[in-house]
T-cell receptor
Framework: GNSVTQMEGPVTLSEEAFLTINCTYTATGYPSLFWYVQYPGEGLQLLLKATKADDKGSNKGFEATYRKETTSFHLEKGSVQVSDSAVYFC????????????????FGTGTSLTVIP | KAGVTQTPRYLIKTRGQQVTLSCSPI?????VSWYQQTPGQGLQFLFE???????NKGNFPGRFSGRQFSNSRSEMNVSTLELGDSALYLC??????????FGQGTRLTVV
């Protein structure tokens, strides 16, 4: 079956520190991988995605590379800011593109990040 | 382009009551999924609808049901509420690349 294992939190970093949040997955077939971010009291926002092996997703200074050989999709950022404080979720989808196909997302447990000035 | 809209944002209900939550997907998106988020269980898939038909269903009791209308708007219903149903209920519409776009959620508290 499909599942996502995510690094336990909480993580506390100083501003401008390097961030890594580990994520590994188990999947049948060829899933797409995602990172979502959730701010307090809000829904999930798509941060970045990768749809096939060796793809690198990037957005707002965050990056993650789809590694099929290690079944991993680790999130990294070179220099975090206070505004990056949030909960980060790794997810996979048994991706079927297009509107007329079904899919289901499988989420990790979330990693809470706090960045202190 | 407007995002996914969920109403209401907050609800307080009593045990045994029923509740209906609403979700309007992004214009042009036809697939809507629902998730329950709790501190203990994390994000759990409830069901997915496309063209007014339920395509996938998670492992939830029959008290949880949903439907989708011809304009792709979706509703989720929970009957005979229990304290454990207190959660953030998230709706997502599916983009063309398979990504999910989430609404802000409905915070349900059962007392």
């Amino acid at each position: 079956g499909n599942s996502v294992t995510q690094m336990e939190g909480p993580v506390t970093l100083s501003e401008e520190a390097f961030l890594t949040i580990n994520c590994t997955y188990t999947a049948t077939g060829y899933p797409s991988l995602f990172w979502y971010v959730q701010y307090p009291g809000e829904g999930l926002q798509l941060l970045l995605k990768a749809t096939k092996a060796d793809d690198k997703g990037s957005n707002k200074g965050f990056e993650a590379t789809y590694r099929k050989e290690t079944t991993s999709f680790h999130l990294e950022k070179g220099s975090v800011q206070v505004s990056d404080s949030a909960v980060y979720f790794c997810a996979l989808s048994d991706l079927l593109r297009g509107q007329n196909t079904g899919n289901q997302f499988y989420f990790g447990t979330g990693t809470s990040l706090t960045v202190i000035p | 382009k407007a995002g996914v809209t969920q109403t209401p944002r907050y609800l307080i209900k009593t045990r045994g009551q029923q509740v209906t939550l609403s979700c309007s997907p992004i214009s042009g998106h036809r697939s809507v999924s629902w998730y329950q988020q709790t501190p203990g269980q994390g994000l759990q898939f409830l069901f997915e609808y496309f063209s007014e038909t339920q395509r996938n269903k998670g492992n939830f009791p029959g008290r949880f049901s949903g439907r989708q209308f011809s304009n792709s708007r979706s509703e989720m219903n929970v009957s005979t509420l229990e304290l454990g149903d207190s959660a953030l209920y998230l709706c997502a519409s599916k983009g063309w690349e398979g990504e999910a776009f989430f609404g802000q959620g409905t915070r349900l508290t059962v007392v």
